[in-house]
Structures are given as C-alpha cells and as structure tokens.
C-alpha cells in the first residue's frame, strides 16, 4: 500500500538524500581524486581518459538537478549508466564498497535509488516536476 499522504515526503527525501550522494561523488572525483587523477584511473581501467570531466559534469549537475527537483525522474534515469559503469569497475572487488579498490554495493544501490525516483516521481517540493515520459495527445474525435 502507498501511503497517499505521506508518499510525498517520502518520495522528497529519497529525491534529496539520493541527489546529495550524486553530488559527493562527483566532488570525491574532484577534490580528493582531482579530474586528472581520475582520468589517469579510467585510463588504468581501459576506459577513455577523456571522459573524466563529462563524467564529473554529469554526476554534479545531475545531483544539483536531482536535489532541487528539475526534472529529477528523467535526470536520474539519465545517470543509471555512468553509475553501472562505476559499478563493473569495482565488481571484481567484491561486494563491500569498503574491500580493496571498493566493492559493488554503493553503485547498485544508487542504480537503485535512481530507479525508483525515475519510476515514482520527484515527491513534495520539486521546482519543477515532470513525467518520466511525455504523455501521448489524445486522439481526436
């Protein structure tokens, strides 16, 4: 059962906490990891150095846009594939995002809570909410 009452609320703090998480990681990338450093890291992956700055952009404004609730259902949806790229990096490393070189978990839980924004909407207080997909015009009679 949703609780029509207070699914909003809910639905709000998810929005937020899960936007504040998208920001902190694109800040880890830029504060303690800096862009270059973290383009040297997707390159000892195999993964293209380039991508290191539209990545940061992506998950900071991505978390802005989450947060405030601009479009969060679509933005998060948007940001699913970097976090499973994030994801297949650390999967041989086990599942506690505390082992070694970090485990999975962290990623998929945030896939996660990504999806259920994207699917259940920004909840109270978003600047400006949108449906997951445009609604179809009705057919004329």
Known sequence: MIDPRTAPYGLFLLRAALGVMWIAHALMK???FTIPGFAGFLGSVGLPTFLA???FLAELVGGLLI???VHARQVAVL???VMAGAMMVHVGNGWV?????GGWEYPAF???ASLVVGLSGEGAFAL???PLLPRPAPAAA
Do not use: E, Q, T
């Open 53 to 55: 700055w539209p990545i």
């Open 97 to 101: 995002f505390s082992a070694p070189g």
């Open 67 to 69: 947060l405030f609730g």
């Open 110 to 112: 945030l896939i996660v």
């Open 79 to 81: 940001l699913i594939p």
């Open 30 to 32: 830029y504060v303690l």
């Open 128 to 130: 400006r909410p949108a």
